[in-house]
């Protein structure tokens, strides 16, 4: 059965720093690869996908950054955060037959 | 654009009454349209979607494309349904979701 990974679960991580949250998907081969970030009171917001191996797409403008180096890899990263890419971020994939999708359990990241 | 209002961010009823979590788009095309669901302590998973035309859980949802509206009912709400729930748009591979509603059942 297909499993989707996430890690770290949380993180606090100072203004400045960089960062990089993995995801990786098992069980499944080509997957659309996407990452979300869900704050209070707006949802989620579709960040980046992927449709494979180094194919980025990203939605919005933005601090952030995103790498796909291996088919079942999506790498969510950053140089420098700000306080404001505090939230809670998610990792999903698809497949193209159904669309529907999986999501991973996520990471809690705090910028202070 | 492509856009997703769900007005209600939160709702309460009591266990056994109908419930109904509106959800609006706005889509030029044809919309392919989800509802998600995030249990406590869970992840986000599927409930429905439009085009599989089911019923997960007792919870229906049909597309009103004249009122573009893909609105969640259940006749008879039971207290394991509290949670939130999200709608979704897709287009080719982008998806869109609302702002949420979190939904409590009263004992």
């Known amino acids: 059965s297909q499993t989707i990974h996430q890690w770290p679960a949380t993180l606090v991580q100072p203004v400045g720093s960089p960062l990089s949250l993995e995801c990786t998907v098992e069980?499944?081969?080509?997957?659309?690869l996407y990452w979300y970030r869900q704050a209070a009171g707006r949802g989620l917001q579709l960040l980046f996908y992927?449709?494979?191996?180094?194919?980025i797409s990203s939605e919005v403008p933005q601090n952030l950054s995103a790498s796909r180096p291996q088919d079942r890899q999506f790498i969510l990263s950053s140089k420098k955060l700000l306080l404001s890419d505090s939230g809670f971020y998610l990792c999903?994939?698809?497949?193209?037959?159904?669309?529907?999708?999986?999501f991973g359990p996520g990471t809690r990241l705090t910028v202070l | 654009a492509q856009r997703v209002t769900q007005p209600e961010k939160l709702l309460s009823v009591f266990k056994g009454a109908p419930v109904e979590l509106k959800c609006n788009y706005s889509?030029?095309?044809?919309?392919?349209l989800f509802w998600y669901v995030q249990y406590s302590r869970q992840r986000l998973q599927l409930l429905l979607r439009h085009i599989s035309r089911e019923s997960i859980k007792g919870f229906t949802a049909d597309l009103n494309k004249g009122e573009t509206s893909f609105h969640l009912k259940k006749p008879f709400a039971q207290e394991e349904d509290s949670a939130m729930y999200y709608c979704?748009?897709?287009?080719?591979?982008?998806?869109?979701f609302g702002t949420g509603t979190s939904l409590t059942v009263i004992p």
């Open positions: 999903a994939w698809s497949v193209e037959e159904t669309m529907v999708q999986f």
């Open positions: 992927s449709v494979g191996i180094g194919q």
């Open positions: 069980g499944t081969s080509n997957p659309n």
């Open positions: 889509y030029s095309g044809s919309p392919e």
């Open positions: 979704a748009l897709r287009t080719g591979n982008q998806f869109y």
